[in-house]
């Protein structure tokens, strides 16, 4: 939810020289994990069982329960848009994949700290 936060995350892996795809691949295994502890969380399921479910330690499980409270499924629903889109994207163009997935990352975060 925190846009510049992000972007410098986003700007420090890619100093680091992280590929593109595997950036990419970590934001849609973290939106899959907050979208299955808001499912299960919905169900009254225990947050010992919701940590094993979704396959992070227990002390982990506010990193995605939290951002789960917080998202709608219709923001979950976009967001997983926009990661096929730069997907797709990220394969079949010649467009930075940089710029690709900065743009990505402001939206992803924008739509995580929007209220819905």
């Given at each position: 939810g925190n846009v510049e936060?992000?972007?410098r995350l986003l700007a420090n892996m890619q100093r680091n020289r992280e590929p593109a795809l595997r950036?990419?691949?970590?934001?849609v295994r973290q939106l899959r994990q907050i979208w299955r502890a808001k499912e299960l969380a919905a169900a009254g399921v225990p947050r010992p069982e919701?940590?094993?479910?979704?396959?992070?330690?227990?002390?982990?499980?506010?990193?995605?329960?939290v951002p789960a409270r917080r998202m709608s499924n219709a923001t979950l629903e976009?967001?997983?848009?926009?990661?096929?889109?730069?997907d797709r994207v990220l394969k079949s163009s010649r467009i930075d994949a940089d710029l690709i997935l900065s743009k990505l990352v402001q939206q992803l975060a924008e739509a995580a700290g929007a209220r819905r």
């Open positions: 936060r992000a972007l950036i990419q691949f970590m934001l919701i940590a094993s479910r979704v396959g992070i330690a227990p002390f982990f499980l506010d990193d995605v329960l976009r967001s997983f848009g926009r990661l096929y889109r730069a």
